[in-house]
């Protein structure tokens, strides 16, 4: 029931108020590196450790001021999207619970442009390359009426389109650091659809990037995580519906 009440909410959203949605995905903050996860009945049944990024479903309820907050999270490591049906929920204490919008950022660079979107510091930068999507470079199917899209290169999970050939889609993901470039495997970019210029990079421990995109059309919009840590790209974690 939250998402689908949420979801309806973020669709009537201008952007710039959109962009108060980074509020709620957040990472724990705690000294021994991590966080039990509790049931509603306070047993542990999971444990979240340092730089996971996990939704706070709480943080956008009527009741923000609750102790204990619904947070929803994919795997540590690897590839993690909502409608895999493989994300975990449970609960974490409000004081665990540092939110990506509260930690250090990289500024939005004067030389973005609408097909190249640079982040950057005296150290770090970031880019995120779009191009338009050429249906004559991908194996796109098609079903018999109103011609929907059934699936491209082989994936039928096509994120912020409903069925219809997409217009935008990432070229390149790509880190400048001080031990050289980290450009990102395909797989952690390919198949997002309609990527958006409402963009967050924050900065947490041990090197850690997260690079936060809120993409798609209307109805169909997705918000993708990345974290980097040590300069590797550690895992994605796309939500819907939020």
């Known amino acids: 029931m939250k998402k689908i009440i949420l979801y309806g909410l973020l669709t009537l959203l201008p952007c710039s108020c959109a962009q108060a949605q980074w509020h709620f995905f957040g990472i724990i903050q705690d000294t021994d590196g991590y966080v039990n996860i509790r049931d509603t009945d306070k047993s542990v049944i999971d444990k979240l450790f340092d730089n996971h990024v996990f939704f706070d479903w709480d943080a956008r309820t009527d009741e923000?001021?609750?102790?204990?907050?619904?947070?929803?999270?994919?795997?540590?490591?690897?590839?993690?999207?909502?409608?895999?049906?493989?994300?975990?929920?449970?609960e974490i204490h409000k004081s665990r619970i540092?939110?990506?919008?509260?930690?250090p950022q990289?500024?939005?660079?004067?030389?973005?442009?609408?097909?190249?979107?640079?982040?950057?510091?005296?150290?770090?930068?970031?880019?995120?390359?779009?191009?338009?999507?050429?249906?004559?470079?991908?194996?796109?199917?098609?079903?018999?009426?109103?011609?929907e899209i059934q699936s491209i290169d082989g994936v039928s999970d096509l994120w912020?389109?409903?069925?219809?050939?997409?217009?935008?889609e990432y070229a390149s993901i790509s880190i400048k650091h001080p031990e050289g470039t980290l450009n990102f495997p395909v797989e952690y970019f390919s198949h997002l659809y309609e990527p958006g210029d409402n963009i967050l990079v924050s900065l947490g421990k041990g090197n850690a990037i997260f690079i936060c995109t809120l993409n798609g059309d209307a109805s169909y919009g997705y918000c993708a995580?990345?974290?980097?840590?040590?300069?590797?790209?550690?895992s994605l974690f796309v939500l819907l519906g939020f």
């Open 64 to 90: 923000p001021d609750a102790d204990w907050h619904n947070i929803e999270y994919g795997a540590e490591t690897g590839i993690t999207k909502c409608n895999d049906k493989n994300t975990k929920t449970g």
């Open 98 to 103: 540092r939110y990506l919008e509260d930690l």
């Open 106 to 147: 990289l500024k939005k660079q004067s030389q973005s442009t609408d097909e190249c979107l640079v982040y950057a510091n005296d150290t770090l930068t970031v880019e995120l390359r779009i191009r338009d999507f050429n249906p004559h470079g991908h194996k796109v199917v098609q079903g018999s009426q109103w011609l």
């Open 160 to 168: 912020g389109v409903d069925n219809r050939m997409p217009r935008k």
């Open 225 to 234: 995580v990345w974290t980097v840590e040590n300069y590797l790209v550690k």
